[in-house]
């Protein structure tokens, strides 16, 4: 009896709160001090290790792994309080992350491409989709009732979401005309050569020789797509559906920063909105995973669209993508924990 009763005490303290949560800081932790220690390149010229983007995809989508399966788990449970369906959704958030993450990882690193638009969008679109359905599902199960300051705080993050937003996702004729951009400097450099061609006057010369430097310059423009598409392990298949999804790049990253605004100002309204309450520890860490998440792919895009050719996977701040799956696991954690708690207490009092 006493070895029996050993096992079933045993058994469950694998998978209990208390380890799954030091189990998922042990993981960011490592995360942080892997991407702190070899970040950073000697130099600028300097390309990342493969060994290094390889250990980045590992503890990215290890985490929304690990992530999608606790929040799947209280899916099952019957017992918490937010409702299955929103842990549905999160979950199947983590899991396309996790998917998503995959795919791109074998375009970038496998296939050595350096994508606009690949497989892996979809299931990032698809993830924000069931993310927001879910979190909107937690928000609409709980009657807000918010004070005056708790309105103006909520208005003031949705109002600074979208100012950053609206900052990484600006046209370059907008970042011209507030002195953010380059475009005027290469409207300088093209209206200055005419001026010093015509300030020289130099006699024309033969058709022939320009022909023969079109020519020259069609030749190395041909041997040097040649060269690129030699290097790249990508089959014909994946070069052309690469072709066909690059004109959606503009349209997509539209939809991931209006996702990422849309996700921010729920969270906060379920950090308002759970503060306090019984409930309140598993929806800060939510809360925080969602707020993790927009600065990652705020700095993804910003880095994406205005470092000018130079950004390479795997920078330093990416680590929030790993602090956001964390965060949201643990969320899944301390809700299991306390709803079976609850319930089991409830029982205690029954029998007593």
């Not at 009657?143 to 600006?170: K, M, P, S, T």
């Not at 809360?287 to 669209?305: G, V």
Request: charged residues 15%; glycine residues 8%; negative net charge.
């Amino acid at each position: 009896m006493s070895s029996t009763s050993e096992k079933s005490s045993t058994s469950p303290s694998l998978l209990s709160a208390q380890t799954l949560v030091i189990a998922g800081i042990v993981w960011a932790v490592m995360a942080l001090l892997f991407f702190l220690l070899f970040s950073v390149p000697f130099s600028v010229e300097e390309v990342l290790p493969l060994w290094y983007s390889i250990g980045t995809y590992i503890f990215e989508c290890g985490a929304y792994f690990g992530a999608a399966l606790v929040c799947f788990r209280n899916w099952q449970s019957p017992h918490m309080v937010s409702g299955r369906n929103v842990w549905l959704g999160i979950g199947l958030g983590m899991l396309f992350y996790f998917i998503g993450g995959v795919l791109f990882g074998i375009w970038e690193l496998y296939f050595d491409l350096d994508p606009d638009v690949s497989p892996a969008d979809a299931f990032y679109l698809g993830s924000y989709v069931v993310l927001i359905g879910g979190m909107v599902i937690a928000v609409t199960s709980k009657r807000l009732n918010l004070e005056i300051w708790q309105w103006g705080l909520l208005a003031g993050i949705a109002a600074f979401g979208i100012a950053v937003a609206i900052w990484v996702a600006a046209p370059d004729s907008w970042r011209a005309q507030l002195g953010m951009g380059t475009a005027a400097t290469q409207e300088v450099v093209t209206g200055s050569a005419p001026a010093t061609a015509a300030k020289g006057k130099a006699p024309a010369l033969d058709n022939s020789s320009n022909l023969q430097a079109k020519g020259a310059a069609a030749t190395e423009a041909e041997s040097a797509a040649e060269e690129e598409a030699a290097e790249t392990k990508a089959p014909a298949w994946v070069m052309a559906l690469d072709k066909q999804l690059s004109p959606y790049k503009n349209a997509i990253n539209l939809f991931y920063i209006v996702g990422d605004v849309f996700l921010l100002i729920i969270a906060t309204a379920l950090l308002l909105a759970f503060w306090g309450g019984r409930f309140s520890q598993s929806w800060r860490m939510i809360a925080a995973a969602t707020f993790s998440l927009y600065i990652a792919d705020m700095y993804f895009k910003w880095r994406d669209t205005q470092a000018e050719g130079s950004y390479q996977s795997g920078s330093l701040l990416e680590v929030f993508f790993v602090f956001s799956a964390i965060l949201f696991g643990i969320g899944a954690i301390l809700e299991h924990d306390i709803s079976t708690r609850s319930r089991q207490s409830r029982r205690s009092r029954r029998a007593a």
